[in-house]
């Protein structure tokens, strides 16, 4: 298994502002990943991070309100950009190979 | 478009019972399903499931995949109060962005 760690694990933020999650894996894992759970909802997949390359978007997602970065094999960042208060959201970053995701502890956004 | 879906939402039942959850799935490419137990921010992971009829076992839970009727379960034995979480099912596919897709998850309560 991998142990995923984020940072900040929560937050409050301004409209308007921007912030960067960090997501960091304790070992090389193939693929990368940013969901985000809105309260009382499930998980909904952003975007996978693509090592040395643009992230690949899923629908309803764009990369200049979710730029993510991915420099090497363990960390990733994703960057919630302008935000309003519909932002507001847990946002968790997941690692793993093959068919097996392991998740990190999740960042609580609040935006005011 | 890739949809998990799982019943019941929401269960309440009282501690020493036994549960079944249940995660129907449409996807393309199927490849696996998982199961996660979400508590407060980052959900757990429990079982990957790939071949049908073959029921995975941790404990006093397990899970079995019918990859015909499109479908699986996940059973709890006798149920403890600490088994109280929201459960999830995700599917992953060959298609998209190779995430997961999230059905709704089911709210399971368990009471002394």
């Known amino acids: 298994s991998a142990v995923i760690s984020q940072k900040p694990s929560r937050d409050i933020c301004q409209r308007g502002t921007s912030l960067t999650i960090q997501c960091q894996v304790d070992s090389q894992v193939t693929m990368m990943f940013w969901y985000r759970q809105q309260p009382g909802q499930s998980l909904t997949l952003i975007a996978t991070?693509?090592?040395?390359?643009?992230?690949?978007?899923e629908s309803g997602f764009v990369i200049d309100k979710f730029p993510i970065s991915r420099p090497n094999l363990t960390f990733s960042t994703l960057t919630v950009s302008n935000m309003s208060p519909e932002d507001s959201s847990i946002y968790l970053c997941?690692?793993?190979?093959?068919?097996?995701?392991?998740f990190g502890p999740g960042t609580r956004l609040t935006v005011l | 478009e890739d949809k998990v879906v799982q019943s019941p939402l929401s269960l309440v039942v009282h501690e020493g019972d036994t549960v079944t959850l249940n995660c129907s799935y449409e996807v393309t490419n199927f490849r696996s399903l998982l199961w996660y137990k979400q508590e407060k921010k980052a959900p757990t992971f429990l079982f990957m499931l790939?071949?049908?009829?073959i029921e995975k076992k941790s404990g006093r839970l397990s899970s079995i995949l019918d990859k015909k009727e499109l479908f699986s379960i996940l059973n709890i034995t006798a149920t403890q109060t600490g088994d109280s979480a929201i459960y999830l099912c995700?599917?992953?596919?060959?298609?998209?962005?190779?995430?997961?897709?999230f059905g709704k998850g089911t709210h399971l309560i368990i009471q002394p």
């Open positions: 995700g599917s992953y596919s060959g298609g998209g962005a190779d995430g997961l897709t």
């Open positions: 790939t071949s049908s009829g």
């Open positions: 991070a693509n090592q040395g390359s643009e992230a690949t978007y």
């Open positions: 997941s690692a793993g190979h093959s068919d097996t995701q392991y």
